[in-house]
């Protein structure tokens, strides 16, 4: 399967949850997705599909708090990128957790790092710092020197 | 509910090549639950690589891991590579797939010699150690570098390696086989390591899927996943070579794989040289004046499996986001399902089963009965009952014969 095919069935399928599609050189895919379809779109990818959860990316920009979450189909060579925008206030989303053990550490890193909060995610504890590290201080966001 | 002992290994502990801090919960000598402590050298590197020019975050992302120096610049090249659009010349993909290659076989050279060393074959440890060094020489002798080489660079690599060179890597390649040949006899006829290793650790393919792991952990468990092959880069896709996989995910298939796999790589290397003969010297980098805004996404296969760095630029001198996951990341997370069961003999070899990068720095590692707070085992203790039990095998395998 081409990176387009994988992309035309994903949207064919979810075409409400999708916001936008980023096709690039080399079967790099990046879709936007609204945070509430996450678990869905993941859901689809992983246990219809076969991909494999690689890593997620979160960002500080001016929109707020994104997340890349990485997705790699290995028998084609495909990497697909979800793309969520959180609220700037007070960043939440659904884990992935309860899905797969793979996002566990990553969820927990982002929370310790980025304060991002990852709902009903099965241990979101501190990953890195273990207690060395004031409350409240996300050393990952821009604002951060 | 019955009582507890809590065994500490680390958080410097020679297993580990980073500090990490595992607790295991065990009942007698069996392991019943794991728990860990990360985070120890969080050196912010992600963060550090947003204040440093894409020249500078080469000599960064190299100091991730001593070991396996260059697939994080390698990685990082490929996806910085995808934003500029280049195309890099030959000559380049045939040189960086030598130096990629040549890590891999003393990469798990050093994992085998210390799986040995964890079993208390400590003559597999001093074999494959000394059969290393050449390869570290050969580095020295290409890049300037015994380790943390220096050699990459957007669009190209920072040194040739000319003809001149060529016969004496040659050379080495036609030795090691030889040494492999010794290797895998040593540890494929030898009773006592099956009986350490197989059907000790397992992981299965279920368990490779939920955690994500990826490498010769994910590759022993018959998950055929390599990343030269799936999403090729370098000069992976213009040489002949194939992947090794296993079925059984213990201990020994994990060693199996390993060994295999330097075989490739050592044919992957003449290959790549007999191309290097053919193509003339020089014009080994492309002339990048500027990173243009955009995202990549750079993938290589690591001896530990696959590095994948996703960068973001804002046009500007320095990456705007770097996030970078080492195989480590998702392959030490599945100890929950290889110790929980075993003995603490067999958990130790477990835990270094993944290859979990190193830190060569033992400070403390002692257990401690968990309701009166007695230290039981101290880290020689730990290692000696490990050492110990292999010697109680060869005896009774003695025996048989």
Request: charged share 25%.
């Amino acid at each position: 399967m081409d990176t387009e095919a994988a992309i035309n069935k994903l949207t064919g399928k979810f075409s409400d949850e999708i916001a936008g599609v980023t096709l690039r050189k080399g079967k790099r895919a990046i879709v936007t997705i609204r945070p509430t379809s996450l678990i869905t779109l993941s859901e689809y990818l992983f246990k219809s599909e076969g991909f494999r959860f690689i890593i997620a990316s979160a960002m500080h920009t001016r929109l707020g708090f994104e997340i890349y979450y990485h997705f790699s189909l290995d028998a084609d060579g495909i990497i697909l990128s979800l793309h969520v925008i959180l609220d700037k206030e007070k960043p939440h989303i659904e884990s992935l957790s309860n899905m797969f053990s793979a996002s566990n550490w990553i969820e927990r890193e982002m929370h310790e790092l980025f304060g991002i909060d990852f709902l009903h995610h099965p241990n979101q504890e501190k990953l890195l710092s273990e207690g060395n590290w004031a409350e409240g201080v996300y050393p990952y966001r821009k604002e951060f020197k | 509910m019955s009582r507890k002992t809590l065994i500490p290994i680390g958080p410097y502990h020679p297993l580990q090549e980073e500090p990490e801090l595992f607790k295991l919960y065990c009942d007698g000598e069996i392991v019943r639950d794991i728990k860990w402590e990360t985070g120890y050298n969080h050196r912010g590197i992600e963060k550090l690589s947003e204040s440093k020019s894409y020249d500078q975050v080469f000599f960064l992302v190299e100091r991730i891991c001593g070991i396996c120096s260059t697939s994080h610049p390698f990685a990082f090249a490929n996806a910085v590579e995808e934003i500029v659009g280049v195309e890099i010349t030959d000559r380049t993909r045939y040189i960086r797939s030598v130096i990629g290659e040549l890590e891999r076989i003393h990469s798990h050279l050093l994992w085998l010699g210390l799986a040995g060393h964890f079993l208390g074959y400590n003559t597999l440890f001093m074999w494959a150690w000394k059969y290393r060094e050449p390869i570290l020489d050969l580095f020295e002798m290409i890049t300037g570098n015994r380790n943390s080489y220096a050699m990459f660079k957007v669009g190209g690599v920072r040194r040739d390696i000319e003809k001149s060179k060529i016969p004496s890597i040659r050379r080495e390649m036609g030795i090691i086989r030889k040494k492999l040949d010794l290797l895998t006899g040593a540890v494929m006829d030898d009773p006592v390591i099956h009986a350490r290793t197989k059907g000790v650790g397992i992981l299965t393919r279920q368990d490779i899927i939920d955690y994500a792991a990826v490498g010769p952990t994910a590759r022993a468990s018959g998950v055929d996943i390599d990343v030269r092959r799936d999403d090729p880069y370098a000069a992976y896709p213009l040489v002949n070579w194939k992947v090794i996989t296993a079925e059984a995910g213990d201990v020994f298939a994990k060693i199996e794989v390993r060994l295999l796999e330097m075989y490739e790589s050592a044919s992957i290397i003449e290959q790549c040289l007999d191309a290097l003969e053919k193509l003339e010297e020089g014009n080994i980098a492309l002339k990048i004046n500027e990173i243009p805004a955009g995202i990549g996404t750079g993938r290589a296969e690591a001896p530990r499996g696959e590095v994948f760095h996703f960068v973001v630029s804002d046009g500007s001198n320095s990456p705007a986001r770097h996030k970078i996951r080492a195989p480590s990341y998702v392959n030490i997370a599945t100890f929950k399902k290889s110790c929980i069961g075993q003995t603490i003999a067999d958990a130790t070899i477990s835990l270094a089963a993944v290859d979990p990068c190193y830190c060569c720095t033992e400070r403390m590692a002692a257990a401690y009965d968990s309701s009166s707070g007695e230290k039981i085992l101290n880290a020689n203790e730990l290692i000696e009952i490990s050492m110990k039990r292999t010697k109680e095998l060869r005896k009774s395998e003695a025996g048989h014969e």
